[in-house]
């Protein structure tokens, strides 16, 4: 593969999940505690998994540290790591995935529009609109998996345009004008 990450990357056009979980920073749960329950809950999936690292929010070195001890003990896993793509490399590897699994905006937005289904964990997207793709988990390794499981047996939904159909653009335009 042309990826550019760490660890034995082994998958094909749809045999692999992605992960992409973000620091929470308002949360009363630690940052360890949290990835801890997602680690967990992939090792057992024992599924190719692509994960990505997490952004540069407040915890991220405490989600990164943890990852490293990780992928430093358990080489013989699944889990690839890998840091960004280009969106050229990046919208394939999600669209062909059989499900994400995180915290990102990514499971909420782009993903309803494109159907793969989502395990959003936690509340870092608490009160955002969703499609029916998304299922929601706590931070609980087992209800994780169970839902994981759960995901990929759906596979695709539909399409859902809940963000609106790229013209926003031209809408703000033509108000701008009707204003002026």
């Known amino acids: 593969s042309d990826l550019k990450g760490v660890g034995d990357l082994k998958y094909n056009d749809k045999d692999y999940v992605l992960v992409m979980q973000h620091p929470v920073t308002n949360s009363k749960l630690s940052t360890e505690f949290q990835i801890e329950q997602t680690l967990s809950a992939i090792k057992k999936l024992n599924m190719n998994t692509i994960w990505f690292w997490p952004n540069a929010d407040s915890g991220a070195d405490k989600i990164s540290k943890r990852l490293r001890i990780f992928r430093e003990n358990e080489i013989n896993s699944k ?4 840091k960004n793509l280009p969106p050229k ?3 394939p590897l999600i669209n062909n995935s059989k499900c ?4 990102s905006s ?3 937005r782009e993903c309803s529009f494109l159907g793969i289904p989502v395990v959003n964990i936690g509340e870092r997207q608490i009160n955002r609109e969703r499609g029916n793709n998304v299922v929601n988990s706590d931070y609980n390794s087992k209800e994780i998996f169970k839902k994981i499981k759960l995901q990929i047996r759906r596979d695709r939904f539909p399409s859902e345009l809940i963000f609106g159909k ?6 703000i335009a033509e108000k701008l004008i009707q204003i002026i």
């Open 79 to 82: 889990i690839y790591f890998i």
């Open 89 to 91: 490399k990046f919208i």
């Open 100 to 103: 994400l699994i995180g915290n």
């Open 106 to 108: 990514l499971g909420i």
């Open 166 to 171: 790229g013209n926003s653009g031209k809408k």
